[in-house]
């Protein structure tokens, strides 16, 4: 189908986004993966082709471009042509704006421009050993401590977490409120910051996910981000941007399963003929082709509703459940239509399948996502009960 939210200047943005990941991205795949991370030199060839926080103003060095279909564009290359490991969508649209719409203008003008040029790499650290889904667990605590704040505690699965410049981290600052968190802005190098491991993971093995750990940090006071104890309000707030972005991502990465599959299956010789040739094949194509087609209007359609202002937590949430399910549904058929050659990590579709796994659990589970949608639906057994931040 025909999608008709792109006008000319989005298909010539996407034709340029798709050579720099051809050029840039791509070759480097193979040895990203091996090493676990990818190198820090992306994000300042990406800042040098002005795609990082595009949202930002020009005064920062940003293009002053919020139009979310430029970031869809970034996200849908990235997932054809690019490395699925390569987060450049979480530091520019998924951390950046915490940056962009809660700093005070001292602070933008201290760390914007460095994350727009791509010599700093961001990320925020919200999960704990302790508390992943329900974020009223989160333990880290900072105390005010007159001129600075104390932080102690520890992160964990945080992406970008090794090459990250600036940690957006989430901290207990009102033992009496069970949501009384702030955000902080840590930053490489303070005293007691200190990174664990990068973790050894089922896939994304490009994206470095690691523990921090943050031992009497002292954080200046300049580096409190938005209002003091309103941090889990302020994490609200992006909730549904985070989850259209990850259903973006999820769409095309089901999207870039079939198309390869696509072409394997009609190289692939079994009993005489290809194995597209099977009746078996080009109907689970079909249903694929259909699922695909139709969850895009929806997503298509959330992305017109969020740059209107309009996209609503529940049809965010609505967007995340089914692309990411779709998106599992999808690259294990993929798999299943390869035979041995799609469980063999030399085939892209292998990597892709184990990559598809953690969408149905980070940026909010699909349980989680089924929680949000009934209880729009009026569904709600906790009414009179607050709701955490990943919920
Ligand atoms: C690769 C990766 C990258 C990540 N990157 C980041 C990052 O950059 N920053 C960050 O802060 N975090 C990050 N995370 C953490 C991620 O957001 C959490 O893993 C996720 O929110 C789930 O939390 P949890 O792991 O504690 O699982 P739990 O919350 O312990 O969930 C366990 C199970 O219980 C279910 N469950 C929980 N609550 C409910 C409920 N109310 N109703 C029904 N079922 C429920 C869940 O769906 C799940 O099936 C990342 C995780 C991964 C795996």
Sequence with gaps: MIRRIFDDEHEMFRDSVRSFMQKEIRPHSDRWQEQGIVDREAFLKAGEQGLLLMWADEQYGGAGVSDFRYEQILIEENAHFG???????????????????????????????????GEHVLAVAITEPGAGSDVAGIRTHAADKGDHYLLNGSKTYI????????????????????????????????????????????????????????????VPKENLLGEFDRGFYHLMHFLAEERLLGAV????????????????????????????????????????????????????????????????????????LYTSELEGRVTDECVQLHGGAGFMDEYPVCRMYLNARVSRIYAGSSEVMREIIARSMGLDPRKNKPRSANQ
Excluded at 274 to 292: E, H, P, S
């Design 159 to 218: 992406s970008n977490g090794i090459n990250a410049d600036l940690v957006v981290v989430v901290a207990r600052t009102n033992q009496e409120k069970r949501h009384g968190l702030s955000l902080f802005v840590v930053e490489r190098g303070m005293d007691g910051f200190e990174r664990g491991r990068n973790l050894k993971k089922m896939g994304l093995k490009s994206q470095d996910t690691a523990e921090l750990f943050f031992n009497n940090v002292k």
């Design 249 to 320: 991502g999820y769409l095309a990465n089901a999207e870039a399963a079939l198309n390869v599959t696509m072409d394997y299956v009609q190289e692939r010789k079994a009993f005489g003929q290809t194995v597209a040739d099977f009746q078996n094949t080009r109907f689970k194509l079909a249903d694929m082709r259909t699922g695909i087609d139709v969850t895009q209007a929806f997503v298509d359609q959330c992305v017109l509703e969020h740059n209107a202002g309009t996209l609503s937590a529940d049809d965010a949430a609505k967007a995340k």
């Design 83 to 117: 490395d699925a490991g390569f987060f450049m969508t979480l530091h520019s649209r998924l951390v950046g704006p915490y940056i962009g719409e809660l700093a005070t203008e001292e602070q933008k003008q201290r760390w914007l421009p460095k994350c727009i040029s």
